[in-house]
């Protein structure tokens, strides 16, 4: 048994593609002493009980400059795109963000999905309605 893990008998059996983690790892031999071990079980700890950042209950995305606020297996969400910065000593602050309330539904076309939009001028303003959007469109059901 590997240090503790009780669902795999032995991970040294595996060569080459680990199927439940999706990634690739070097085959090595593991036992109690080897640093390999934490460093394992550390990982494998991440990849089970890791949580994304969440605020008033729902899950925030970031991609580049926009924002996903809600979750996708929803009827909506909210996509709030960060339009200009400026540099507050070394921090970019955003000083133009646009938020709109889209449905999810993969088969109606993109310009069609936006239900609501607006644009503000801070972060926090835009989560705030965010927030409010989002509750409101998901209690309507």
């Not at 991970?11 to 080459?16: C, E, I, W």
């Not at 550390?42 to 925030?60: I, Q, R, S």
């Not at 979750?71 to 960060?82: E, L, P, R, V």
């Not at 000593?89 to 999810?104: F, I, P, R």
Request: overall charge positive; charged content about 25%.
């Amino acid at each position: 048994m590997v240090c503790g893990l009780s669902f795999y008998k032995d991970l040294t059996k595996f060569q080459g593609f680990f199927p439940h983690f999706g990634f690739f790892y070097l085959p090595f031999v593991v036992d109690k002493t080897s640093s390999l071990c934490y460093i394992l079980i550390t990982l494998l700890e991440v990849l089970f009980l890791a949580k994304t950042l969440e605020y008033k209950g729902h899950p925030l995305q970031r991609k580049d400059n926009i924002i996903y606020y809600g979750s996708f297996a929803d009827k909506y969400i909210i996509q709030m795109q960060i339009l200009d910065t400026k540099k507050v000593k070394d921090l970019d602050v955003a000083t133009k963000v646009s938020v709109s309330l889209q449905l999810t539904d993969p088969n109606i076309r993109t310009r069609d999905k936006i239900v609501k939009k607006t644009e503000k001028d801070s972060l926090y303003s835009a989560i705030d309605v965010a927030a409010v959007w989002l509750e409101r469109s998901l209690a309507t059901r």
